[in-house]
T-cell receptor, first 109, second 113 residues
């Protein structure tokens, strides 16, 4: 089976940088995805890593280490609108996405 | 390009009834997956369809079923509803089954009373 772990909650201040970690145990790894979900809304795609290293997309970056089963999502210059849940999801070959429990981020003024 | 459309948005049913939820994927997307989201369990995978064939199924009882039509639209059905089936049901569509992100619909909020 698969196991994905994320911190349950995090708090940060507007303008700061926050790193949300995700660890996973899986076989047949075929990509790690990060999604953002605001309360009462659908998850929206943020980033995708299939090779080791850092992917940067504006204020958001995602890192992957396949050998360590580890990823993180880095959010820079935090804004109030970044308050949301952040979901880490792993895809294996021929199988469905498996989502982590999500990390609820609160951005304080 | 229209996004993923789920209908209805909200539904209230009583225990023992059955319900059918609908999902229209993004045009050109052939993969549709269904998820149940509850505060305690997070996003739980129900099933995935590609070209009218079920590719994967999650650990849900047989009361949960689904299908996909030739135009890629999908439906899921829950029979003999239980209180614990109250949840947000999300549909996601993808262009392919591998190496591609999933786009989610707004979901159907099902309340069983």
């Amino acid at each position: 089976g698969q196991n994905i772990d994320q911190p349950t909650e995090m708090t940060a201040t507007e303008g700061a940088i926050v790193q949300i970690n995700c660890t996973y145990q899986t076989s047949g790894f075929n990509g790690l995805f990060w999604y953002q979900q605001h309360a009462g809304e659908a998850p929206t795609f943020l980033s995708y890593n299939v090779l080791d290293g850092l992917e940067e997309k504006g204020r958001f970056s995602s890192f992957l280490s396949r050998s360590k089963g580890y990823s993180y999502l880095l959010l820079k210059e935090l804004q109030m609108k970044d308050s949301a849940s952040y979901l880490c999801a792993v895809k294996n070959y021929g199988q469905n996405f498996v989502f982590g429990p999500g990390t609820r981020l609160s951005v304080l003024p | 390009k229209a996004g993923v459309t789920q209908t209805p948005r909200y539904l209230i049913k009583t225990r023992g009834q059955q319900v059918t939820l609908s999902c229209s994927p993004i045009s050109g997307h052939r993969s549709v997956s269904w998820y149940q989201q509850t505060p305690g369990q997070g996003l739980q995978f129900l099933f995935e369809y590609f070209s009218e064939t079920q590719r994967n199924k999650g650990n849900f009882p047989g009361r949960f079923s689904g299908r996909q039509f030739s135009n890629s639209r999908s439906e899921m059905n829950v029979s003999t509803l239980e209180l614990g089936d109250s949840a947000l049901y999300l549909c996601a569509s993808s262009l392919r089954t591998e190496n591609t992100e999933a786009f989610f619909g707004q979901g159907t909020r099902l309340t069983v009373v």
